[in-house]
């Protein structure tokens, strides 16, 4: 794409993770050497009601704070955010800069309404559609690994953060640090992890589930030059062979 | 430091045996560190971590041999004021309560200045708001207390996000106002708050403020120091003004009965006592300039387009500032640290070659636009537009003040300069 700059808006609903992969995709970042920032729009803390998360990311230093007005990258966690206008910005386009990238977590290719096909035409947006939630249902037996899907999708397009980092920053996010994002965050990994008897269970169906749409990108041919694959084997045993939980 | 040095200058002097839901023996963990001075603190190695804001001020307050927090939780400072009850649960802070509400609050930390002990306080828009009529008698009544202030809509319709029009409302009190531009800032700055604002010659409380989430709720890259260490802790003994004693308080606040009176000899006190107190700002500068490293930062500073801003606005004027600069053009940019003291001097002289000036604002009122056109009025030719300006909480788009730079260019605009 020839940008030195990514600003990527995450749209999608309450309880999806959002939020959490905005946090995960920008420490995984960081943990590669690159700069980003993230800043996620604060309304009702709610289900299903609408979420955006904003993250910057460059190789160079970030001053630039705030909400993204004008992404050159959307992620749409959710069909609805769509069809069904969930979401603070709307259309969902709006504010994407010419030739910009929308990842759609969909398994089949969302009917636009003729306004919004031209929306994306006249600005030359490039619809990737990722079935993250298929995904995520198939490899690591829950939806809630859906942004986990998402991160992974989206990394592979950017061709950062590489695809180890990204699995440290869901280490860092499960085990160590704990990355907080917010109280009700905090509830829905104590059930989660009820789900998953031991946390290093929790943490490789993460990291398949990164590795599966990471590689879903690439094979499908949206993956950035610098997008490359490792061993999927070797991800999951660096991330999980050393807890003892 | 040896060891022996170290234990002479840290201030353990208080034995905390049996606390309550305590162990046995347990020492508070702000007894453990070392004291070095401010500017000792500055120089010492630092490691960079990648943080809210919120977790940055916990850092910094650990840092900052606090004695007494009150707060009363509001969004956005709730968190801060969360992660600062972790703070008094270790022991880096002496004490620490939650307030019924601001007035309260900002009525009980004024209390605890006058008792000699450093003190801290922090909320956001209409909780300032709530508390300003306690908040605007700190500065006479000559109460040195740091109060972290994230900013938030105080404005209607209500909304929890960050404008910071709620900072003109501090601009006349007499209080000491630092406007910080990011998670570093809010880091540094709060320590040199507090040692400012205790000097013997400025005696006065010291807002911190910064915007709400865009700071607070977002990470950034925060250097310090190693948790072991803190500033040195408040010289109650040193005050400019005697230290109340609360075992046996004072029958009535004010020494001097014509004071509460309206009566010639009144007015001439309050008019003294004013003075003082706005001397008292100006004296701070000496510190401020030496601790920041200068009341303003200028980047650029010959371009004949400058940025005039303070805060998260800064921000996104560095980043057109870089994007002009992709694009061959020289911008420039003065970053306001404090805006009482406000630096009317350094601005004018930064500012004299400037033709074109923006002032972007995350605010309706545009109070640092009115300040610099009153501090550059008959003292520049340049052309002075009152914005890019945004709020009710939306963020400033960079692309916002390159418009306003292309349309300035290319004279097409209507807008309104001074």
Redesign the interface.
């Known amino acids: 794409m020839g940008v030195k700059r990514y600003n990527v808006r995450m749209a999608g609903l309450g309880g999806q993770g959002v939020v959490t992969a905005s946090?995960i995709l920008?420490?995984g970042v960081?943990i590669s050497g690159g700069h980003s920032?993230?800043?996620?729009f604060?309304g009702s803390e709610k289900r299903n009601a609408p979420v955006e998360s904003y993250v910057r990311i460059s190789a160079d230093v970030?001053?630039?704070?705030?909400?993204?007005?004008?992404p050159n990258i959307i992620m749409i966690f959710h069909p609805s955010v769509i069809t069904l206008g969930k979401s603070y910005t709307m259309p969902f386009y709006t504010g994407l800069k010419e030739g910009g990238v929308c990842v759609i977590n969909t398994g089949t290719p969302i009917p636009f309404t003729a306004d919004e096909q031209k929306g994306l035409d006249v600005n030359d947006t490039k619809v990737y559609n990722v079935p993250c939630t298929e995904i995520a249902n198939k490899v690591a037996k829950t939806d809630l690994a859906t942004n986990m899907g998402m991160c992974g999708a989206i990394a592979a397009v950017l061709g950062m953060p590489d695809l180890v980092s990204l699995g440290g920053s869901v280490k860092d996010r499960f085990i160590g640090k704990g990355i907080v994002v917010s109280g009700g965050t905090a509830a829905l990994d104590s059930a989660i992890e009820k789900k998953f008897a031991k946390k290093a269970k929790l943490l490789e169906a993460n990291m398949r589930t990164l590795y599966a749409t990471y590689k879903y990108v690439i094979d499908k041919g949206w993956g950035h030059p610098d997008a490359n694959l490792v061993d999927e084997e070797e991800l999951v045993a660096n991330a999980c062979g050393t807890v003892n939980v | 430091m040896s060891p022996q040095t170290a234990e002479a200058k840290s201030n353990s002097t208080s034995k905390h045996v049996n606390v309550p839901g305590k162990p046995e023996g347990w020492v508070p963990a702000g007894d453990l560190q070392e004291i070095v001075t401010l500017e000792e603190m500055q120089k010492l190695p630092k490691e960079t971590i990648?943080m809210t804001g919120s977790e940055a001020a916990r850092e910094s307050i650990r840092r900052a041999n606090v004695d007494m927090a009150i707060a009363y939780p509001i969004?956005?400072q709730s968190e801060t004021m969360q992660q600062a009850g972790y703070l008094f649960d270790e022991g880096y802070i002496k004490d620490y309560y939650r307030a019924e509400e601001e007035i309260g609050t900002m009525s009980a930390i004024s209390g605890a200045s006058r008792a000699g002990v450093r003190s801290l306080t922090a909320t956001s828009g209409p909780g300032l708001m709530r508390g300003t009529e306690a908040i605007a008698s700190w500065p006479g009544a000559r109460t040195p207390i740091v109060m972290l202030n994230m900013c938030r809509v105080i404005n209607t319709p209500l909304a929890?996000?960050p404008d910071n029009t709620e900072i003109s409302f501090l601009l006349n009190t007499g209080m000491l106002v630092m406007h910080a531009e990011?998670q570093q800032d809010f880091f540094d700055w709060p320590l040199i708050a507090f040692i400012v604002s205790e000097e013997v010659d400025v005696t006065l409380p010291c807002t911190v403020s910064v915007d709400g989430?865009?700071?607070t709720?977002?990470?950034?890259n925060v250097a310090m120091c190693d948790k072991k260490y803190k500033i040195p802790p408040r010289d109650g003994w040193r005050n400019a003004v005697p230290s109340m004693d609360n075992e046996n308080p004072p029958a009535r606040i004010s020494r001097d009965a014509p004071i509460q009176k309206s009566n010639f000899i009144s007015y001439h006190m309050h008019a003294s006592w004013q003075q003082e107190v706005f001397s008292a700002v100006e004296r701070s500068a000496k510190y401020f300039d030496k601790y920041l490293g200068g009341l303003i930062e200028v980047v650029n500073p010959d371009a004949e387009e400058m940025i005039i801003a303070s805060g998260?606005a800064v921000?996104?004027a560095?980043?057109a500032v870089?994007q002009e600069e992709e694009k061959g053009n020289k911008v420039g940019l003065i970053k306001v640290k404090t805006i009482r003291p406000w630096p009317r001097e350094q601005i004018i002289a930064a500012a004299k070659h400037a033709k074109v000036i923006l002032v972007p604002e995350f605010n309706q009122t545009g109070w640092l636009h009115k300040d610099v056109c009153t501090t550059l009025y008959g003292k520049s030719t340049a052309s002075i537009y009152p914005g890019p300006r945004v709020f009710g909480g939306?963020?400033?788009?960079?692309?916002l003040i390159l418009d306003w730079l292309k349309d300035i260019r290319e004279k097409n605009t209507s807008r309104n300069h001074f």
């Open positions: 946090h920008s420490n960081v920032s993230l800043v996620p604060f970030i001053y630039e704070i705030g909400e993204i007005i004008y | 990648f969004t956005p929890i996000q990011n989430f865009f700071v709720h977002a990470r950034g998260a921000s996104q560095r980043e870089r939306m963020t400033m788009p960079t692309e």
